[in-house]
């Protein structure tokens, strides 16, 4: 429960009365939670979206379904679900919208459930909708160790992309190779510029950016002439700004990322695409850290700091 806004240890575990789903809604009893870096926003009040305290952080779950609201259809009692809302996630019990929810594919597992959905669809509708990447493309992603940026790195290798990660950290760099990055870039002991110009000697035809910051502009640097810039979000706190010329000299396109954007016949089509390939154990989320709902402060600490790689859960005790 967050009562106040601020830092990641203002949220404590209470006990409180159970949700009642109303019309239209599921009750879902949580088995495993991801947390996102939106969450630690949320929690500290800096989002684009605020919700007033008091509520129960966590974005992300799955789990199964043990109550349904009046005249809800399309789920039963027992059914195992994942789920995304603004809120409420990090409980025992959750009650959400039964538009908020998805079957979980028969041999995937809660844990499986929970790391793959907000990752995942951000970067495949990014990557399919915005970006429009496609087999051959040099692909540059920013971020390659955390959620959405590894995510980007193994749908792009998918959708048969040539893909450059840049990252922090060697063990953020080996996650991304393990997942099929071409080119590796340690942008804290290299030159980012000179780095990709090495990688990508032609141009990028794509960057997706979820961090921003000083990282911005030495990627869009890097496209060749034509190439899309993807921003999707300012995991370093920073919202860079972009010099102009930029964009003038090198017809690029520069591109912001949101799911109400994708027009909805390729909103359905990504989605039956993407869960096609998780079905199909083409593209597995990465689970770089557990922690128990005790300790989700600590958790969300871990993403708010950068130190995540891949996804970091909740293990919610049955």
């Known amino acids: 429960m967050c009562r106040e806004y601020g830092p990641p240890e203002v949220v404590r575990v209470e006990d409180v009365a159970e949700p009642v789903a109303g019309p239209g809604q599921i009750g879902v009893r949580v088995d495993a939670a991801a947390v996102n870096f939106p969450d630690v926003l949320l929690v500290a009040g800096t989002y684009q979206i605020s919700v007033p305290p008091p509520f129960v952080p966590g974005s992300e779950f799955a789990g199964v379904v043990d109550e349904i609201g009046p005249g809800t259809e399309g789920f039963t009692i027992g059914d195992r679900v994942s789920g995304t809302a603004m809120f409420g996630a990090f409980a025992e019990r959750t009650v959400v919208d039964a538009a908020a929810l998805a079957p979980i594919p028969d041999g995937v597992d809660a844990r499986t459930a929970a790391a793959f959905g907000v990752a995942y669809r951000t970067a495949y509708h990014t990557l399919r909708s915005v970006a429009r990447v496609s087999e051959g493309d040099e692909l540059v992603v920013l971020g390659a160790g955390g959620g959405v940026g590894l995510a980007a790195v193994q749908l792009g290798v998918a959708l048969g992309a040539n893909v450059t990660a840049v ?23 290299q030159d980012l510029r000179a780095a990709l110009r090495t990688a990508v000697p032609d141009g990028a035809d794509v960057v997706i950016d979820p961090v921003g910051g000083r990282l ?103």
């Open 216 to 318: 911005s502009e030495p990627a869009l640097r890097s496209l060749g002439r034509g190439g899309r810039f993807v921003t999707v979000g300012f995991a370093s706190g920073e919202i860079p700004r972009i010099p102009l010329n930029l964009v003038l000299l090198k017809g690029v396109q520069v591109l912001g990322f949101q799911f109400q954007d994708v027009p909805g016949d390729e909103f359905v089509r990504n989605d039956h695409e993407l869960r096609a390939l998780l079905s199909a154990r083409r593209v597995t989320p990465h689970v770089g850290a557990v922690y128990p709902l005790e300790e989700v402060a600590a958790a969300l600490r871990h993403v708010g700091e950068g130190r995540a790689i891949g996804k970091v859960l909740i293990d919610v005790p049955a």
């Open 167 to 189: 990252a922090s950290s060697a063990e953020k760099l080996a996650a991304a190779a393990e997942y099929g990055a071409a080119h590796l870039v340690d942008h804290r002991e």
